[in-house]
């Protein structure tokens, strides 16, 4: 068992950095903004690279990996009809950065992205905070763009 729920994580993995490394083919770039070191990005850019494998090209809960994901992904074009008709912006900005984790509902196999955009890798140094902010925004403000009415 533990066997099988290792092999599924790998291949979620797999099929995440697949999504990652073709995403900039599926992207549109309208309005780009430079988010630091240099580098031009989008919300449809940023949710294509960060989003799009577990909750789908449309926002639906239906990418590659989630089927392998215990709980079914979040239909993201449907946050605003269940808020009253209104797009909580700060709560969306804060549930993608990590500030709002729901103890209640155990831990997320949503990845933190406010970590995640922090973190340097090899030959880029860490982002700054406002880095950071800005390509939460960015995904925000897409995500807000594709809601039902």
Request: positive net charge; proline residues 6%.
């Amino acid at each position: 068992m533990y066997r099988i729920k290792w092999l599924l994580l790998v291949a979620s993995f797999v099929v995440c950095a697949t999504v990652a490394t073709n995403s900039t083919v599926w992207a549109q770039a309208n309005n780009p903004e430079m988010v630091a070191p240099g580098r031009v990005t989008t919300g449809m850019i940023e949710y294509r690279n960060h989003c799009a494998a577990c909750h789908g090209p449309n926002g639906k809960g239906d990418g590659p990996v989630a089927a392998v994901l215990a709980k079914k992904p979040a239909d993201l074009t449907q946050i605003t009809k269940g808020h009253a008709g209104t797009f909580p912006e700060a709560w969306v900005r804060n549930f993608i950065d990590g500030t709002d984790m729901i103890p209640a509902h155990g831990t997320s196999e949503m990845p933190i992205w406010g970590m995640e955009f922090a973190r340097g890798r090899p030959g880029i140094a860490k982002r700054t905070q406002q880095d950071v902010d800005k390509r939460i925004s960015l995904l925000t403000d897409y995500i807000k763009s594709i809601q039902e009415k």
